[in-house]
């Protein structure tokens, strides 16, 4: 499963921010799909995570503030709102199938006080 993140930016505190990942398969035939982001020095973390067989998950950190969507076609969607200085770093699309792992290029959001 190849995917392409975008809507990445800078922004400043309190704005928002769309992201999109575009799977090459389709959402459907994929276990898990998710958003996860890593800021400088610190290691990658879980932010929101979506299935259809469990529904949407979130870091309690974005709870209330990000939403995560599908199109139930090849694509998830980040909405972040109310952004945070400490919302910053690189934010990865994954996707997981068949036990397997698979990671987009990455996307960068920086948000600034």
């Known amino acids: 499963v190849q995917l392409q993140a975008s809507g990445g930016g800078s922004v400043q505190a309190g704005g928002s921010l769309k992201l999109a990942c575009v799977a090459s398969?389709?959402?459907?035939?994929?276990?898990?799909m998710g958003w996860y982001r890593q800021a400088p020095g610190k290691q990658r973390e879980l932010v929101a995570t979506?299935?259809?067989?469990?529904?949407t998950n979130y870091a309690d950190s974005v709870k209330g503030r990000f939403t995560i969507s599908s199109d139930n076609d090849d694509a998830i969607y980040l909405q972040m709102n109310s952004l945070k200085s400490e919302d910053t770093g690189v934010y990865y699309c994954?996707?997981?199938?068949?036990?397997?792992?698979?990671w987009g290029q990455g996307t960068q959001v920086t948000v600034s006080s």
């Open positions: 994954n996707a997981k199938r068949n036990r397997l792992n698979y």
């Open positions: 398969a389709s959402v459907r035939s994929i276990d898990v």
């Open positions: 979506i299935s259809r067989r469990i529904g």
